[in-house]
């Protein structure tokens, strides 16, 4: 996809697109669009000095990505102060900006040329376990669970509770989708106390488990949920493989230019948050990262994914602790919050499983085992006993961050508008959170 250009300030972007695992995917023309970045970043004229690597949540699509990387560069171009500052403190400041997409969108036009996918479940049976076969688990077994639902849906959409034939199916489909139910100390998809198909078509009839806003409801509310967790491994995968590589180039590429000063900033929103800490994470066989900052906003992943230890056991650690312990990270992490934001304050611990957890005191506050990063900030021993806080201001505000430290912004005063089951949790582009991302930056050595 070519470049593309913002549609208020007209600032360019690059979009790479990656498929399910990760691996990029071609431009119309044959070629790779990492290529050209990579190029780019080597390039003495104009020699970039700055990278910035974004990454959209879960339900988006193609043009979802583009409207939501548009409207939130734009947001950053509003803070025309901030973009003088940048020229000063940082001589012959020079932006290369890059929209990470990966496919997250259970229903959408993922295809890059736009056709959409039906995956209306009028459309008959074998349409419907073609979509959800893609989107949960397909195999043999997992086919044929499917079917059971849709027979079983058809025959009646709102029954008082699952029947042992559909709780079957949908445990299979589970085992088959390879999730697991680790705990918070898993890796995302597994961060949860377990999967209970009746408990969550029970909740879903007062309308509360629903995080996939109107995507299906009744006997099939329990899809929405695996497709949730789905979604939070395909987010992980991606940003471990794709994303990884992807920055790992964009650095080579500095470094074999002699440019040992370029810096490279991530920003994550929802599911997002796992992707560029995925980035950072890496696996085993992945060489570490080296970043300058990171911006997590609104993240739906566990407020205890950064803790040296946990509560829940003293010799767990969060899933991303690696990345503050082997320093991936030069300049400050910076985490938004919001209590309008329902997606992560309500709906995500519901999704976990979480009806009736334990709860965690500490000498502030009383935090519980499952809880999203977008609620309740970045938590746990290691990150700071109580992680420094902060509120989100306006334009002109200095919050005075300082690199190797995280910090959680309650985003309340401007993260506040939405409505539906997710509230204010794509209430995201504001000029405040542009000038808020800029503080990150100009903090990073």
């Not at 790779?32 to 990454?55: C, H, Q």
């Not at 409207?67 to 803070?79: F, G, L, P, V």
């Not at 969108?105 to 479940?121: I, K, S, V, W, Y």
Request: hydrophobic share 40%.
């Amino acid at each position: 996809m070519p470049t593309r250009l913002t549609p208020r300030h007209q600032l360019p972007y690059y979009l790479l697109c990656v498929d399910e695992s990760g691996a990029e995917r071609r431009e119309e023309d044959g070629t790779m669009l990492s290529e050209r970045i990579v190029k780019a970043v080597g390039a003495s004229d104009p020699k970039v000095t700055d990278v910035f690597v974004m990454s959209h949540g879960w339900k988006g699509d193609v043009p979802a990505a583009i409207e939501q990387y548009d409207r939130w560069i734009d947001a950053m171009a509003d803070c025309t102060e901030d973009r003088a500052r940048a020229r000063v403190v940082r001589p012959g400041f020079t932006p290369l900006l890059v929209g990470f997409h990966w496919p997250s969108l259970p229903f959408g036009e993922d295809a890059m040329g736009g056709n959409a996918f039906d995956t209306a479940a009028g459309a008959g049976e074998d349409a419907f376990v073609e979509t959800w076969a893609g989107r949960v688990a397909d195999t043999p077994a997992a086919r044929a669970a499917l079917r059971t639902l849709f027979k079983a849906a058809l025959d009646d959409m709102e029954p008082e509770r699952l029947s042992a034939t559909v709780v079957a199916a949908y445990q299979i489909l589970d085992r088959e989708a390879g999730l697991g139910a680790g705990g918070p100390a898993a890796a995302p998809e597994a961060d949860r106390a377990g999967f209970d198909p009746q408990q969550l078509y029970l909740d879903s009839l007062d309308n509360e488990a629903s995080f996939g806003d109107g995507l299906l409801g009744g006997l099939l509310a329990p899809l929405r949920q695996l497709s949730f967790w789905k979604m939070k491994k395909r987010a992980r995968i991606c940003g471990e493989t794709g994303g990884h590589r992807l920055v790992t180039a964009i650095r080579k590429a500095g470094d074999d230019a002699g440019r040992t000063d370029l810096r490279i900033h991530l920003m994550g929103h929802s599911f997002g948050c796992i992707v560029v800490s995925s980035m950072l994470r890496g696996t085993d066989a992945r060489p570490p990262l080296r970043v300058s900052s990171a911006l997590l906003v609104q993240g739906a992943m566990s407020l205890w994914s950064f803790a040296k230890q946990l509560p829940t056991d003293e010799s767990a650690t969060g899933w991303f602790w690696p990345v503050l312990d082997r320093s991936r990270i030069g300049g400050p992490l910076v985490v938004t919050t919001s209590r309008f934001d329902r997606a992560v304050g309500s709906l995500y611990p519901l999704a976990a499983g979480a009806a009736g957890q334990v709860a965690y005191k500490t000498p502030v506050i009383e935090l519980p085992t499952y809880g999203a990063l977008g609620a309740l900030g970045a938590c746990g021993e290691g990150v700071q006993a109580e992680p420094r806080a902060l509120a989100l201001g306006d334009v002109t505000s200095d919050y005075k961050l300082a690199p190797g430290h995280v910090y959680n912004v309650n985003g309340d005063a401007v993260i506040r508008s939405g409505g539906g089951l997710s509230g204010a949790h794509s209430d995201i582009a504001h000029a405040e959170i542009g000038h808020l991302f800029w503080n990150v930056v100009f903090a990073a050595p």
